[in-house]
């Protein structure tokens, strides 16, 4: 057997049900037999719910925590950033003021074409054999160079070389 009340009696015991629909169900369980097990059981399973102990997995928890964290995260480019203006201002300020240090403090660029060729120089003697050997050394900076040889032009002998 079965009473239309039953369906009412979990917004009962529940307190959702407007005050008069509430005095209804209390005068109904009150000769209802059928309703008043009913009530008993929806206690019974309350008190059951309410005692239980649930050991939840810290992994399965984690996961799940990261699940409902995923569905409200907010794409990167929808973001708002707070940035405090002075600060920004301040770093501006040391950027510029380290540029403007680092091209003073490096000094005048030098040329980076081949105007580094030596077009001719005066043999030098070697001290230690005397026979008129080049010395090249002044002229290096550690980097690279071309060197080509000409001959002097009041040298009798090269008169007649062409450059």
């Known amino acids: 057997m079965r009473c239309n009340f039953t369906d009412k009696l979990s917004e009962w015991l529940d307190r959702e ?3 008069s629909e509430h005095e ?3 005068e109904h369980l009150s000769g209802c037999k059928i309703c008043r097990q009913v009530e008993q059981d929806f206690l019974r399973l309350r008190d059951q719910i309410s005692t239980a102990r649930f050991d939840v997995d810290p992994v399965v928890q984690r996961q799940a925590l990261w699940k409902v964290l995923a569905s409200k995260r907010v794409p990167l480019w929808r973001r708002s950033v707070a940035v405090p203006i002075p600060g920004v201002a301040l770093a501006a300020a040391i950027l510029l003021a380290l540029g403007t240090w680092g091209v003073f403090m490096r000094g005048p660029m030098q040329s980076r074409g081949n105007d580094r060729r030596v077009k001719s120089a005066e043999p ?3 001290s230690s054999n005397g026979s008129g050997v080049m ?6 900076r550690g980097e690279r160079a071309i060197v080509y040889k000409e001959r ?3 040298n009798p002998a090269s008169q007649g070389a062409t450059r």
């Open 17 to 19: 049900l407007t005050p």
């Open 24 to 26: 209804q169900v209390r």
């Open 124 to 126: 030098q003697p070697s």
């Open 135 to 140: 010395d090249f050394s002044r002229f290096d």
């Open 152 to 154: 002097a032009a009041n």
